[in-house]
Nanobody, 120 residues
Framework: QVQLVESGGGLVQTGGSLRLSCVAS????????MGWYRQAPGKQREFVAY???????EYLDSVKGRFTISRDNAKRTVYLQMNSLIPEDTAVYYC??????????????WGQGTLVTVSS
């Protein structure tokens, strides 16, 4: 059993910052790619950013230069630093990870989501 738990969401004004965290726990042997997705009201879930075990990153074009993804492998945690937030960033943010379990199974795991609301 593997779980991802996000935290750090909340209400912020335009131009503000938030830092999301996501901690993985359970029967984990290793974690490959970790990432963040978001789903705005009435829209489909979209990719925001990912980071590989080696530290390579990719971002959604609209967040480049404003968001930074990082990870602490020892803590099994991925972060999303969000700066210069705009109302269009309002969404439920979900953590995602590709995990190898101690039973040598590869799982794609999702967190429960954390709400980010940016007021104008």
């Amino acid at each position: 059993q593997v779980q991802l738990v996000e935290s750090g969401g909340g209400l912020v004004q335009t131009g503000g910052s938030l830092r999301l965290s996501c901690v993985a726990s359970g029967s984990i042997s290793s974690i490959n790619t970790m990432g963040w997705y978001r789903q705005a009201p009435g829209k489909q879930r979209e990719f925001v950013a990912y980071i590989t075990a080696g530290g390579s990153t990719e971002y959604l074009d609209s967040v480049k230069g404003r968001f930074t993804i990082s990870r602490d492998n020892a803590k099994r945690t991925v972060y999303l630093q969000m700066n210069s937030l705009i109302p269009e960033d309002t969404a439920v943010y979900y953590c995602n990870a590709e995990v190898r379990t101690t039973g040598d199974t590869i799982l794609i795991v999702w967190g429960q989501g954390t709400l980010v609301t940016v007021s104008s």
